[in-house]
Structures are given as structure tokens and as C-alpha cells.
């Protein structure tokens, strides 16, 4: 980034950049999908989103730091409580979604769609 990173909207945006997975670049940078951020009229950074899948590796890689251990090793509860985290997130509707975060919890397919289900039952939906 050629813009100075203790400038305060860096300092202010980038807990939400990194929790995001998105890249922070100097707003020369930035290319027609890129979101420039500006302070006082003038353009400081640029921020790049993340694709959608890779939106996904980051949150799963996020929660595995949140819970101290690779999802695959939590518990039924947790693992469910994940899943409805993320259904909450958006997860579910990436493509290919089901399948990565059974394969990050270290389950099937059909036990995530179990979850899912039961979860929207508690709901009465």
C-alpha cells in the first residue's frame, strides 16, 4: 500500500478490511470494483472485496481461531451452533457452501443439511 498505514481511516477500516478478508491498496490501485474510501475530499485507500469462496476460507479459518482449534475437533453443539453462524452469514448460499463447511467441520453433507433443518424447525419454519 503506498498510502501511510497510520493514517486514520486505515486505522479505522482496517479491523473491518481484515475481518472481511478484503485487501487494502492505495486508491491507484484500485480497479472498477474496488470500493475508494476518501477522507477530506481526498482519496486515501482502496479497498478490495474478497470473492464470495474466498469470503468463506476467511470465515471458517476465522471461527477456527475463535474456538482455539479446527472445527472438525468441536464438539455436535458447537458445530451446529457454527453452522447456524454461518447460514446467518451467507454461507450457505455460495456456491458449493454446503460441501466446504462440512469438509471444515469434518462431517457429511447430509449431517450440515441436518443441522440446517433442525435449526429452521426450532424456528417453526
Known amino acids: 500500500m503506498t498510502e501511510p ?15 472481511m478478508g478484503a ?5 491507484e490501485q484500485a ?6 474510501l476518501s477522507w477530506q475530499g481526498e482519496d486515501v485507500i482502496a479497498v478490495r472485496l474478497p470473492q464470495l469462496s474466498d469470503s468463506l476460507d476467511h470465515i471458517l479459518a476465522a471461527m477456527e481461531r475463535r474456538h ?3 472445527l472438525a475437533e468441536l464438539d455436535r453443539k458447537a458445530k451446529q451452533s457454527v ?10 448460499s455460495v456456491r458449493h457452501g454446503v460441501e ?9 453433507r447430509f449431517t450440515v443439511y441436518n443441522y440446517l433443518n433442525r435449526e429452521n ?5
Open 121 to 125: 424447525a426450532a424456528k417453526g419454519e
Open 31 to 36: 480497479q472498477p470494483d474496488d470500493v475508494v
Open 68 to 70: 482455539g482449534r479446527p
Open 83 to 92: 453452522v447456524r453462524t454461518l447460514e446467518a452469514r451467507g454461507a450457505f
Open 5 to 19: 498505514a497510520d493514517h486514520p481511516l486505515v486505522t479505522a477500516v482496517k479491523p473491518l478490511v481484515d475481518a
Open 100 to 108: 466446504t463447511v462440512a469438509s471444515a467441520l469434518g462431517v457429511s
Open 23 to 27: 485487501e487494502i491498496l492505495g486508491p
